[in-house]
């Protein structure tokens, strides 16, 4: 059956592969108007320190309930709300004619802890220079968060109705893995984000050299697991070392969970993912990516792309120790040492399988190995002919020549969630992005000027793309 959907797919990428439709809402240039609007939304929303450590998240979302209350839209399509006083949720609508079901358009307020001393510049502060913006979230992910609202005003502003709903959500710690966001909106007003599908982030344009290489799509993305690894010993005076040590255990552990490799396993997206890496890559790379459609695949082949770990990570289940803590006192043999290991599971899987590998692995009855929460099944989005269309349409028109790319995200977004709601979700930004020089989650976290212009017009063309 697996070989029989992969050809099908093959089959429908195959030939929207040949569509080089040029729309008009794709080339046409952005008003200066609708341009300035973009960088306001963008430079406030930068500007809100909405972090872990802050209580500034419900205040973002008021701002950008303003911006779309000045724009004329009625009281009854807003909401904000969530489980916290400070971790409001805002959810707005554009209302279509109702002849198909809503689109969903998601990003997170939220971003990740950036400190002053680490950066060259002032991380909440919007800063410039002839190529980039600096500042955190500029990519993750206030860029889609300020696009969505401001294309939601340019089609208020164009009288534009489209043939069914467009509901813009921007959510709350979707990077401390809370439940005030998406969670808490699906649990508690499931009405607001129902859907035919969604768009959120995860999918980014990929430059190399300054060159644009793919547009990627995210279908599937892994499951983040937590598991923890203890030791115990009864301990002792460190005068009198013994090779019985819980600190030593531990580690042995540890290196034979960094020694293993879970299986490869190809699900349907990264096989039409690597056949076309194999087609923008050239030489041995190219035949190495195609090695992995083969089976057996050739160990060689293997070999050389398992030592990059973006390409192992998608590949196989990973696991990493995380954290670490061990021992009572610095004169006593320690009692326990346990360890955090970080997990990413392949889509489908199974957070006891893993637990039952983990165990054989470490292969001490002495140790205690714990399956400590995370890791909900969730399957990939069908990699649907109306998604794939839409966006090869737009991506074609805007950089003819550029490969439309489905991808499994390494990394955990709220797609996960949705997904599991039952609402198909695909990360697609437009936003092109240095495949070596990303910078999520970094320090100096920029994005190309002409990336956010052109993430604006990408996913302004793809939202009427899908509502015709």
Known sequence: MRTQISAHLLTILYVLSLLFVQTANAQRTIPEDDRELLYEIYKELIEYKTTIDEENNTIAAEGMAAWLQAAGFPEEDIFIGGALPHKGNVVARLRGNGAKEPIVMMAHLDVVTAERADWNLDPFVLNEDDEYYYGRGTIDD???????????????????????????ALTSDEESGGSNGIGWLL?????????????????????????????????????????????????????????????????????????????????????????????????????????????????????????????????????????????????????????????????????????????????????????????????????SEEIMAAVETVTNAMWPGVTVMPTMSTGATDGARMRRAGIPTYGTSGLFVDRNDMRIHGQDERLLKESLYGGYEFLYSVAKELSQ
Do not use: C
């Not at 006593?332 to 997990?343: E, F, K, R, S, Y």
């Open 142 to 168: 206030k860029a889609m968060g300020a696009i969505f609202i401001a294309n939601l005003i340019r089609f208020k502003r164009e009288g534009y109705v489209p043939d069914r709903d467009f509901v813009v």
């Open 187 to 383: 649990e508690n007003h499931p009405g607001l984000i129902q859907g035919a599908l969604a768009i959120n982030e995860g999918g980014y344009g990929l430059l190399q050299d300054g060159q644009a290489l793919a547009n990627t799509i995210q279908i599937a993305e892994k499951i983040y697991a937590t598991f923890r690894v203890t030791a115990k010993n009864p301990g002792g005076h460190s005068s009198l070392p013994r090779d019985d040590n819980a600190i030593y255990d531990l580690a042995e552990a540890l290196l034979k969970i960094r020694d293993f490799k879970f299986p490869v396993e190809l699900n349907d997206v990264m096989r039409v993912s690597f056949q076309r890496q194999a087609e923008i890559n050239t030489g041995e790379r190219a035949a190495d990516f195609r090695a992995l459609l083969e089976s057996p695949i050739p160990q060689d082949s293997l070999d050389r792309l398992s030592s990059e770990a973006a390409i192992n990570a998608q590949l196989r289940t990973t696991a990493v120790a995380t954290l670490l803590d061990g021992g009572h006192a610095p004169n006593a043999l320690p009692q326990t040492a346990v360890a955090n290991v970080n997990v990413r599971m392949l889509p489908g899987s199974d957070p006891q399988d893993v637990l039952k590998t983990l165990i054989a692995v470490v292969d001490n009855p002495e140790l205690l190995v714990e399956y400590r929460g995370g890791g909900s099944i969730t399957d990939p989005s069908p990699l």
